[in-house]
């Protein structure tokens, strides 16, 4: 019998069914009368707002844990005490449900054990030995290509997490303490030390630190990454062999602890439960290995990384073009497991189901099954967590016959996972896969487009809209390839028009944080569906197909054994031609990409919204997707969207112009390690660019120096000065020209003369990239561009002061000479930048009556005193600035320097230095005073 809303006979189901909207759930589709229409009230929707405001406002205005608790307390019990008042009980619910999540973070982000090993660690680092159990299995990063833009290649490495229990400390007097600790840590080990096992006990040798704080303006902070998986520690080794793995059962490590005195009996029951839950993910990941190794002898060495990312998500594997192509064409998601690969996993056995004709709620449950063991066999990783139920939720809406995605479902698929980790609300990859599914709320519901016949007429004459059994009817007498082509249509005009929203939506919080632009991901992301799909379907093949043949190799070997034949006993192995197959689709998914990402105008490098734009952007358009009958008309959101996007192109216009009144020159040096990275924004708006390299990856200077120039609105480079042609002051020119348009390239005397492969990629991408190469000596200036039509401020000029070209340099020998020397001067300060400038004889600007100098770059990173004396005595500079790395860090020469009364910065120690200089004065800023701020 059917019961309308709210008028189900027992009270206590009408209660619950008000707040989880179980009339729906509890009727079937063939009892509900045809004008039914489910009830609109979503209550998960106003819960998951209260918990993403609770969560905001312990991240940024952090409160004690027994203040959230008693806000939780005081909440539900005036809730009890209004329950006759419904709005008053329901808001005092919501104020319960938001601080539950509030204190929730809290004790996630903000509360660790006393006797954390964080807590022992310090920025510096420090010699230790530490024992504790795996708990995870190691990642491997391999050795990326041959780079010739690199000084040093990095070495094979291994990552993995720890939960460390003890910690040995050595005394000055040569004392040894084992303290117990309880925390989790970070461990990267050189080599190749992938056998270690999820539960293994073992002991490290290594450097203990607390994780750097970021360098430089946008960097990623490494403090919160770890934070978020409560880790305050990292641990280093050079070593391999610096892992010993102990015994496997901690009641055989008991005694030995206990001779020395270091564990209680708590520490004791504790590492016992962390072996008791370890015995199932050694299990698991004994399944994970086997995945791999089964990919990896069935498919090439070109597919296989990019098919165990796409099943096991282990993305350490593939190499840095490949991720590249990937990401500048929006692809990347491919190799993440996502709602997109669960999804195509449940699309696919739910249809091999409904070939055998299961039941829709027996298919439902198997579904469930199949993505939970699934999501265990990829490490429950949080971006499976996220897809994983997701698509449980769905399978549940199909059990109960709901709609696939609603908000309630969506709302209850956000509070699990932050119910889980609530810092994923602040994590990319959760942002985007919300907004993305988000999005699908806004649409409308499929249904059947009656054709031109199948509506019929009014009292009037007119057409009215045709009924589901009058389209059900049309559609019964259409002949099926007329149906067919209809439905192929309608369909590829929704996955279009779908893949076009899902980029308007997310394309803003992109360009924020990655700063690309990918137009042609509306293309491509589409037809990636059926490639995409017979790839993991192909790899998923190859897993069934090695573990059939492992079974029936061990079914031969039992019968060849128990003699029952003669001869040898030959075994079909099926798995290398589902290999094969595996190989073909995952080339043609590549091919494809690799197609769409030669294509023109297909994907920029821009600069990005600034964070309260993007906030401003987001929160309506979140609030109206939980409560849609918010939601304001089409017309009116479409022209507040234009109108938000107008006023983020003002904000640039209006950044420059104030930067153009004031006449501020800004000079950023970045922190690249040892390098130099220097850019220069000029007050009427020009770009230079003082070298651009380092000796660590040139990846990394080039993305720093890249997000300053985003953070700066800029797009063009007008000019790049190379210093002198060592790596690390020019390797990161090749990346640079990629991503921005560079009006000319300003290089010493001698540049391409010296023979190495890094030089030949430099000057091969500046003939592709058609960017003029201008040899500079002294006297030259850098001027306007003819088309600019800009004057530049009187008061402002970059001159060069060596080298003059008097005499040749022999650049094999001594590139440092020929080093190109910069003066810039502005408002009556002055800067100079000297390069490496190391000359056998006294360069003959300095031969010149002195000029004084409000700040200098001392030469060869601050590293050779020697060199830097004839330039402190010509200039006698107010401040030194050092751009240099810890490893070549000369201490006794800043010391002296200290002592002589120079003010130094030093970016190895204080970050980005950035010097300002406008009517004001002249203003050092050092990134580090900033963020302690």
Not at 500 to 527: E, K, Q, S, Y
Request: aromatic share 8%.
């Amino acid at each position: 019998m059917w019961f309308p809303a709210g008028r189900l006979p027992n009270r206590r189901l009408r209660e619950i069914s008000t707040v989880f909207s179980l009339e729906v759930l509890v009727m079937d589709r063939s009892c509900r009368p045809p004008s039914y229409q489910p009830p609109s009230y979503q209550p998960l929707a106003l819960c998951l707002l209260s918990v993403l405001i609770g969560i905001m406002i312990d991240r940024f205005l952090p409160f004690a844990w027994f203040f959230w608790f008693a806000i939780v307390l005081s909440g539900l019990s005036a809730a009890y005490l209004f329950r006759k008042h419904q709005r008053v009980a329901t808001c005092c619910i919501l104020l319960a449900v938001g601080s539950f999540f509030g204190l929730r973070h809290h004790l996630h982000f903000y509360r660790f054990q006393a006797n954390d090993p964080g807590f022992y660690a310090n920025t510096e680092g420090k010699p230790c030995c530490i024992e504790g159990t795996v708990l995870e299995m190691p990642r491997l990063l391999v050795v990326p290509s041959p780079d010739p833009s690199r000084a040093f290649m990095p070495q094979e490495s291994t990552l993995f997490t720890l939960h460390a229990d003890r910690l040995r400390d050595t005394e000055a007097d040569g004392t040894v303490h084992w303290h117990p600790v309880d925390g989790r840590v970070s461990v990267r080990v050189a080599g190749n030390r992938s056998e270690l096992g999820s539960g293994e006990r073992v002991r490290l040798f290594g450097e203990l630190s607390k994780p750097h704080p970021p360098q430089n303006p946008g960097d990623a902070d490494r403090r919160i990454m770890l934070r978020n998986r409560r880790i305050l520690a990292e641990l280093r080794s050079n070593f391999p062999g610096s892992v010993h793995v102990l015994s496997g059962d901690s009641s055989q490590f008991r005694t030995h602890d206990t001779q020395h005195g270091t564990l209680h009996g708590a520490q004791h029951e504790k590492i016992g439960k962390i072996f008791r839950s370890s015995a199932v993910s050694a299990s698991l990941e004994a399944l994970r290995r086997r995945v791999r190794r089964t990919i990896q002898a069935n498919m090439s060495g070109d597919t296989a990384p990019i098919a165990t990312a796409m099943v096991l998500g282990i993305r350490e594997e593939i190499d840095e073009g490949t991720n590249r192509i990937l990401r500048e064409t929006g692809t990347i998601h491919i190799l993440a497991i996502s709602g997109l690969h669960i999804g195509l996993l449940a699309a696919v056995v739910g249809g091999m189901l409904t070939l055998f004709g299961m039941p829709r709620r027996l298919t439902a449950v198997l579904l469930i099954l199949a993505v939970l063991g699934y999501l265990f066999m990829t490490d429950v990783r949080p971006p499976a967590i996220r897809a994983t139920v997701l698509v449980v939720v769905a399978c549940v809406a199909l059990y109960f016959d709901r709609r696939i995605i609603s908000v309630n479902s969506l709302a209850f698929t956000a509070l699990v996972v932050l119910a889980v980790n609530p810092t994923e609300m602040f994590q990319l990859g959760a942002q985007l896969s919300f907004l993305g599914t988000g999005v699908f709320l806004w649409l409308p519901q499929r249904r059947e487009p009656p054709g031109p016949d199948d509506k019929p007429e009014t009292t009037d004459g007119n057409k009215a809209d045709a009924t589901p059994n009058e389209r059900r009817r049309t559609r019964a007498a259409m002949s099926p390839v007329r149906l067919s082509l209809r439905r192929f249509r309608d369909g590829i005009v929704r996955l279009f028009l779908g893949s076009l929203c899902i980029w308007l939506t997310l394309m803003p919080l992109i360009l924020g944080r990655i700063h690309l632009f990918t137009p042609v991901a509306i293309l491509v992301n589409p037809l990636l569906w059926l490639p995409l799909t017979a790839s993991l379907m192909g790899a998923f093949s190859v897993v069934a197909a090695g573990f059939f043949d492992t079974i029936t190799g061990t079914i031969m070997d039992m019968i060849a054994f128990t003699g029952p034949v003669s001869g040898p006993v030959t075994v079909l192995h099926v798995a290398p031609f589902f290999g094969w197959i595996a190989d073909t689709a995952v080339r043609s998914l590549l091919g494809l990409i690799a197609l769409f990402h030669k294509m023109p105008f297909g994907y920029y490098w821009l600069p990005g919204p600034p964070l309260w734009w993007t906030i401003i952007f987001y929160v309506p358009l979140v609030f109206w997707t939980l409560v849609p009958s918010m939601r304001p008309r089409g017309r009116i959101l479409l022209v507040s969207a234009v109108a938000w996007v107008s006023v983020g192109f003002l904000h640039g216009y209006l950044r420059d112009r104030e930067i153009a009144g004031n006449e501020r020159l800004g000079i950023h040096v970045c922190s690249v390690g040892h390098g130099l990275a220097v850019l220069i924004l000029a007050p009427d708006g020009t770009t230079t660019i003082y070298d651009a390299g380092s000796l660590s990856s040139p990846w990394s200077s080039a993305n720093i120096l890249s997000r300053q120039l985003w953070h700066a609105g800029k797009t063009r480079i007008d000019w790049v000065v190379l210093s002198h042609p060592d790596n690390d002051h020019f390797n990161a020119v090749v990346l640079l020209a990629e991503r921005f348009r560079i009006g000319e390239v300003v290089v010493p005397p001698g540049m391409f003369e010296k023979r190495n492969d890094s030089l030949h990629l430099l000057q091969d991408t500046l003939e592709k990239k058609n960017i003029p190469v201008r040899v500079g000596r002294k006297g030259d200036r850098f001027d306007m561009p003819d088309d600019s039509g800009s004057s530049r401020p009187s008061s402002y000029s970059v001159r060069i002061l060596h080298p003059d070209g008097s005499a040749a340099v022999d650049v094999d020998k001594n590139a440092n000479a020929a080093s190109l020397v910069l003066l810039i001067e502005h408002l009556g300060y002055r800067v100079l930048l000297s390069g490496d400038l190391d000359t056998p004889r006294r360069p003959t600007f300095l031969q010149e009556p002195p000029i004084d100098i409000d700040l200098l770059f001392l030469p060869h990173h601050g590293g050779k005193s020697d060199s830097a004396a004839p330039l402190l005595a010509w200039s006698t500079p107010e401040h030194l600035l050092i751009s240099g790395g810890r490893f070549w860090r000369n201490p006794q020469s800043i010391d002296d320097y200290l002592r002589k009364g120079y003010r130094v910065h030093e970016t190895c120690d204080h970050g980005m230095i950035s010097i300002r200089i406008d009517h004001g004065g002249m203003n050092v800023e050092r990134f580090s005073e900033r963020m302690s701020e």
